[in-house]
Antibody, heavy 118, light 110 residues
Framework: EVRMVESGGGSVQPGGSLRLSCAVY????????MHWVRQAPGKGLVWVSH????????SYADSVKGRFTISRDNAKNTLYLQMNSLRADDTAVYYC???????????WGRGTLVTVSS | QSVLTQPPSASGTPGQRVTISCSGS????????VYWYQQFPGAAPKLLIY???QRPSGVPDRFSGSKSGTSASLAISGLRSEDEADYYC???????????FGGGTKVTVL
């Protein structure tokens, strides 16, 4: 079965850190660019970051640049998002995703909730 | 403020045709594919349209996408109650080196 499962979300105080993980099953993880997309409560989708298939190149939204780091372990079929200096406006459900780049293969996890509050 | 602009809401009665617009720029829609997603409350988004106008298998042909210049649109014909959801457009943005999404359109079936 093709699926992705995020973990690592939770509650953290402003300025704190969290590391999200996304375990991938049922497809060749190492062949795909991977993305993190977040959705604040009651708000729309916002792209956060991506990493290319071999992990050598990354890109970030301006809102998280310098605070978040995306990485991947192709041997463990796992994607990560290290989040530092968290702020209240980082509160959101974080989805890991394979976003379509011209094909119909597009896959999202169920998301993990990150709450930043004092 | 989303990079791609969508109307916040759209509505129609069962059987009607509803169209959702998505406006961007030359760095995103103007030079890249447009994707459309459907999202129900509490669920992850689901790909509805890829490569501007292509439907993944399993997506009803009531859903259609089009693109012209720096704008795109999603049409839902023969509107059904189960189409009540949030719809998002998306595209790669060459200036931002990443994906951008529209703010989302909530479709209500009256």
């Amino acid at each position: 079965e093709v699926r992705m499962v995020e973990s690592g979300g939770g509650s953290v105080q402003p300025g704190g850190s969290l590391r999200l993980s996304c375990a991938v099953y049922g497809f060749t993880f190492s062949s795909y660019w991977m993305h993190w997309v977040r959705q604040a409560p009651g708000k729309g989708l916002v792209w956060v970051s991506h990493i290319i298939s071999d992990g050598t190149r990354t890109s970030y939204a301006d809102s998280v640049k310098g605070r978040f780091t995306i990485s991947r372990d192709n041997a463990k079929n796992t994607l990560y998002l290290q989040m530092n200096s968290l702020r209240a406006d980082d509160t959101a459900v974080y989805y890991c995703a394979v976003l379509s780049s011209g094909s119909d293969f597009d896959l999202w996890g169920r998301g993990t909730l990150v709450t930043v509050s004092s | 403020q989303s990079v791609l602009t969508q109307p916040p809401s759209a509505s129609g009665t069962p059987g009607q045709r509803v169209t959702i617009s998505c406006s961007g720029s030359s760095s995103n829609i103007g030079s890249n594919y447009v994707y459309w997603y459907q999202q129900f409350p509490g669920a992850a988004p689901k790909l509805l349209i890829y490569r501007n106008d292509q439907r993944p298998s399993g997506v009803p042909d009531r859903f259609s996408g089009s693109k012209s210049g720096t704008s795109a649109s999603l049409a839902i014909s023969g509107l059904r109650s189960e189409d009540e959801a949030d719809y998002y457009c998306a595209a790669r943005d060459d200036s931002l080196s990443g994906r951008v999404f529209g703010g989302g359109t909530k479709v209500t079936v009256l």
